[in-house]
């Protein structure tokens, strides 16, 4: 059952009375006024999460609109329901146009009634959350953090495309964060103080997903929850062969028939899939159809493998965030540390290197640096495997001229990668003149995951 609160303001004690009977059987709290000043009063004691406001109070035929303006001018985000037994559609129009989130015509439907007020909650709940989120997720900007070519374009795209209503595509691998760009993007649109709607489609093995996602004739689902704001739709890729055709149905015409009720939304779809899409849509396991619908804007994000000049600013901003984030304070990294940091291939990619400060600044609790036995143990042992001549059973078969060339192919290479392809970079951590290396890489056939550069 529900607990939120409906304020009721009406000058009719009928009206009042049998408003509060039909909430409170459905679990609402009820409080009544009978004007502004008693209406006014239980708002600044104790703010309603929803008010139902009659148009016509004590013979004044815009009392309501009055009061709704004046609600506004407290800045208040409560929705408001205008009431009123002398509807018209342009008097509707202008309670809307003034703030109101919808307008109910006397005598009520009961289900009418119901509805209206589940959603205009669900939404001011939704409302109150982006609000927090606004504070709380220090991970949406993390995308320009950095040096590698996406880090440093990236802002750039986002002015481009979040205040438009486009349909985003995100393309990423796991834990690089799509979710936290998808929220970058709404944040930055005209459609910031709306609702932003995260769901996983992965979630669609659930039989009542598709209810979730639509709504029934008698409830709304998380596209209409997300009316006016942005509806992230994570693991796209992952959606039902049904819900696919629904959800093309509604891109296409913006109106989806659920049993006998029609669906509509005004909301942005941004969505992310962590599969080869081509090749899902080589094998019909997409809808092609609805992936142009939803292509109009794509954006591939790059692994944390294929950008580590970004890793040293990505372990950096979450130190200097450790104390907001982890509840623990930040401290230096030893250099035998950055360079396990800087080679490891990060398979969990951003949440993963997150993860790792965190885990690394508690297992240093007791010491004044992070050093190479505070991080977690995988990290070594990957890195100790990129060195193929610390096999020692490779190392005593190989007179001591071979084994020379191979640590130093195995060396270069992953210093090499370390800094990106940065040859100056790399020259001046390994104490060799430029030229010496470049010549040293020609003779040794040493080549990079990344474009070797000479800056």
């Given amino acids: ?168 595509f995100i393309k990423s691998k796991v834990g690089i964060g799509a979710d936290a760009l998808a929220f970058e993007i709404h944040k930055q649109s005209n459609r910031r103080d709306s609702p932003f709607i995260h769901i996983n489609c992965f979630s669609d093995e659930k039989k009542d997903f598709s209810a979730e996602l639509f709504g029934t004739e008698k409830s709304y689902g998380y596209i209409e929850k997300a009316n006016t704001g942005t509806l992230f739709l994570e693991d796209i890729t992952r959606l039902s062969k049904i819900c696919q055709i629904k959800l093309l149905q509604f891109l296409q015409d913006g109106v989806c028939l659920i049993g006998n009720r029609k669906m509509r939304s005004d909301v942005r779809v941004i969505c992310s899939s962590n599969d080869d899409v081509d090749m899902l849509l080589t094998f019909s396991k997409f809808n092609q ?56 291939d990060w398979p969990g990619n951003i949440y993963q290197l997150k993860n790792v400060v965190e885990s690394s600044l508690i297992n240093s609790i007791k010491f004044n640096e992070v050093n190479k036995d505070s991080l977690p143990p995988g990290l070594t042992s990957s890195t100790r495997e990129k060195f193929t001549i610390l096999d020692a059973a490779k190392l005593i078969s190989m007179q001591i001229r071979k084994a020379k060339e191979c640590f130093e192919v195995d060396y270069l290479r992953a210093q090499i990668d370390r800094f990106s392809g940065n040859i100056s970079r790399t020259a001046e951590f390994i104490g060799m003149e430029r030229s010496a290396l470049h010549r040293k890489l020609k003779v040794l056939g040493i080549t990079s995951d990344k474009k070797i550069t000479k800056k």
């Avoid at 009123?84 to 289900?111: M, N, Y």
């Fill in 1 to 168: 059952m529900s607990s939120e609160t409906i304020l009721i303001i009406d000058d009719e004690a009928e009206v009042r009375t049998l408003m509060s009977d039909v909430l409170a059987d459905y679990g609402y709290d009820t409080k009544s006024a009978e004007n502004e000043q008693s209406a006014l009063s239980i708002i600044r004691s104790s703010p309603p999460d929803l008010i139902f406001l009659d148009l016509w109070i004590e013979d004044d035929e815009s009392a309501g609109l009055k009061i709704l303006e004046k609600l506004r001018k407290m800045h208040l985000e409560i929705p408001v329901i205008i009431i009123s037994g002398h509807g018209t559609i342009e008097v509707a129009v202008q309670a809307i146009q003034r703030g109101a989130h919808d307008f109910l015509e006397k005598p009520f439907v009961i289900d009418r009634l119901l509805l209206t007020c589940k959603q205009a909650l669900d939404i001011y709940k939704l409302r109150k959350e982006v609000s927090a989120l606004k504070s709380n997720r220090l991970d949406a900007g993390l995308f320009s953090v950095g040096k590698s070519g996406f880090a440093t374009t990236i802002q750039l795209t986002l002015d481009k495309i979040a205040p438009v209503n486009s349909r985003v």
């Fill in 289 to 344: 159809e609805l992936f142009y619908r939803l292509n109009i804007i794509c954006i591939d994000i790059p692994s944390l493998k294929d950008r580590r000049e970004d890793i040293i600013p990505l372990i950096n901003y979450y130190l200097s965030n450790s104390e907001s984030i982890f509840g623990l304070k930040a401290k230096s990294f030893a250099e035998d540390a950055w360079a396990i940091l800087q080679t490891y």
